[in-house]
Nanobody
Framework: VQLQASGGGLVQTGGSLRLSCTASGGTFSFYTVGWFRQAPGKEREFVAA????????AYVDSVEGRFTISRDNDKKTQYLQMNSLKPEDTAVYYCAARRTILTANHSRAPEDYAYWGQGTLVTVSS
């Protein structure tokens, strides 16, 4: 499966952005999908993940209550709605996918995801 991320940009503190990631070349509903981010000089960090059917989600503590991950399997697209953005959210955001069984638990480890989008830059100004 190939992933194409979009929606990044420059926003002020407290603002909102919605990232999208559209898949092609595979059956999207067979994949658990997620978002990671990488700030300059830091390791890639798990942000959020969502199960194949969309019924289960997981978030890193620092975005809980501010970010919402969702997916539309008919459109082969996952989303990350980011509200109340902070300067520390500044990073390149990557969408990722891993093929799993229907009941698989979420993984927060980047090495468990075989497919990655190209990244989209989010900059939050103070």
């Amino acid at each position: 499966v190939q992933l194409q991320a979009s929606g990044g940009g420059l926003v002020q503190t407290g603002g909102s952005l919605r990232l999208s990631c559209t898949a092609s070349g595979g059956t999207f509903s067979f994949y658990t999908v997620g978002w990671f981010r990488q700030a300059p000089g830091k390791e890639r960090e798990f942000v959020a993940a969502i199960s194949r059917g969309g019924g289960r989600t997981a978030y890193v503590d620092s975005v809980e209550g501010r970010f919402t991950i969702s997916r539309d399997n008919d459109k082969k697209t996952q989303y990350l709605q980011m509200n109340s953005l902070k300067p520390e959210d500044t990073a390149v955001y990557y969408c990722a996918a891993r093929r799993t069984i229907l009941t698989a638990n979420h993984s927060r480890a980047p090495e468990d995801y075989a497919y990655w989008g190209q990244g989209t830059l989010v900059t939050v100004s103070s």
